[in-house]
């Protein structure tokens, strides 16, 4: 009988400690936003968040820009009140190859901007949205709903921006890397651990070598590129993205 008892506050003790490593590997929710290069059929932010035991809430959508991106922020439709709530990491990866960083246009606070936005102004879009995040994560400190309720900064809001997944598109790249050194924000750089670069063709084919990895092509600058890389979380690029992904959140969060 006493073995009994015994094994059976085992059995019990095993199951809490399986349920608090669930929770403990999915204790973080990363939201992201795009457009095809970050779209569910890629893989690549779904596998990242595996790694580091995150949920994905993947919002991309084909054929957008940060325009609506801001646009759904607007309306209430990127994220609801319950998901602001308890999302760690805001992700955007819109890497049309415009300059994201130009200051000429941006105002001073995100209500400031006209509504809805047209793709006439990349920098002003993604200024909308950074400032507007920021703004409701601190406002949740006057909210009696909210965990952050009274809390002195309000939540913590954590925005990580992404260069496009090579090196091709210089604009958006060079242009990304300003705005995240001008607001501290981690980037993930696709471009810089992709495994290949602009500056060297292939030695076997004498093309671009993110060609190899795609179904379509791009002209950049009189040369052509990749354009979108092979979908699934099969496909190698997919794979690689998600572990540089993962390698970026893990230097942000603490993952045991």
């Known amino acids: 009988m006493k073995r009994l008892t015994s094994l059976f506050f085992i059995l019990i003790a095993c199951a809490a400690n399986l349920a608090a490593q ?4 999915n204790s973080y929710t990363f939201l992201l936003t795009g457009a095809s290069f970050a779209s569910p059929n890629n893989g690549w932010f779904e ?9 994905p809430i993947n919002r991309a959508i084909g054929g957008e820009a940060i325009a609506d991106a801001a646009n759904r922020m607007n309306a209430g439709t990127l994220y609801s009140r319950e998901e602001l709530e308890k999302i760690d990491a805001l992700v955007i990866m819109q890497v049309h190859d415009k300059d994201v960083c130009d200051s000429t246009q941006i105002l001073p606070r995100y209500t400031d901007y006209r509504t809805p936005f047209d793709r006439s102004n990349y920098a002003a879009a993604f200024d909308y949205v950074i400032k507007r995040y920021l ?36 604009t958006h790249n060079t242009s ?32 671009q070598i993110s060609l190899l990895f795609t179904n379509d092509k791009q002209e950049i600058d009189g040369q052509t590129f990749g354009w979108h890389p092979e979908n699934g979380t099969n496909a190698y690029i997919q794979r690689r993205m998600g572990a540089i992904f993962a390698d970026t959140m893990r230097r942000i969060f603490p993952v045991e």
């Open 135 to 170: 703004t409701e994560c601190y406002n949740l400190k006057f909210d009696p709903r909210s965990e952050y309720y009274n809390s002195k900064y309000g939540k913590p809001a954590v925005i990580v921006l992404c260069t496009d997944w090579h090196d091709g598109r210089v």
């Open 47 to 55: 596998i990242g968040c595996s790694l580091v035991g995150a949920t």
């Open 22 to 25: 669930s929770t403990k590997q």
């Open 176 to 207: 990304v890397r300003k705005l995240a050194a001008k607001w501290g924000f981690p980037l993930v750089e696709f471009d810089r651990y992709i495994g290949f670069s602009r500056n060297a063709l292939h030695p076997a084919t004498g093309q």
